[in-house]
């Protein structure tokens, strides 16, 4: 429930940006077609998480999954990564399909429908990966490297940080 409600928080934000710097395109938001688009983004978004990893996420600790409980599929690095990739590699696929299509969409001074609906789908699937972020953002020193173990989360310091 808090990712949902952290996903719809999210949504309104990319709606109040695309008011500030892409009015036209609010328009043209078409519910059914956001949530059509997060089922073709998700893949799209899993990538780009994926090749941010280590060997570009073509390491044997990498898993690509899909967690039918949850609805969602995954990728998911088992190594220790510094706190600072792993909050990069979880923000990534936000500023990617999210913020930098609205700003195209300002800077170019164009409004495709399917842009801006891909935008707030992925926008909508992005709040796990914020609440990750912030919470290490909040919890891990910024010289510790970060482990996943399963679905939890561990962190460590170390005397060199890993890239």
Request: charged residues 10%.
């Amino acid at each position: 429930m808090l990712a949902l409600a952290i996903g719809l928080l999210i949504v309104g934000l990319l709606v109040l940006l695309m008011l500030a710097v892409a009015p036209a395109s609010l328009p043209r938001v078409s519910w059914p077609l956001v949530i059509l688009f997060v089922i073709l983004v998700t893949p799209f978004h899993e990538l780009i998480h994926t090749i941010l990893q280590p060997s570009f996420g073509l390491s044997d600790r990498t898993t690509l999954g899909l967690c039918v409980t949850m609805m969602g599929v995954y990728t998911h690095y088992e190594g220790a990564i510094s706190r600072n990739r792993h909050i990069a590699i979880g923000l990534a696929p936000f500023v990617a399909l999210s913020i930098a299509p609205v700003l195209l969409m300002a800077a170019c001074e164009i409004d495709p429908p399917l842009l801006t609906n891909a935008a707030i789908a992925n926008g909508l699937g992005c709040s796990a990966d914020i609440i990750g972020a912030t919470l290490l953002l909040l919890q891990a020193p910024p010289a510790s490297e970060i482990r996943n173990k399963g679905w939890h989360t561990y962190w460590r310091m170390t005397a060199q940080p890993r890239p």
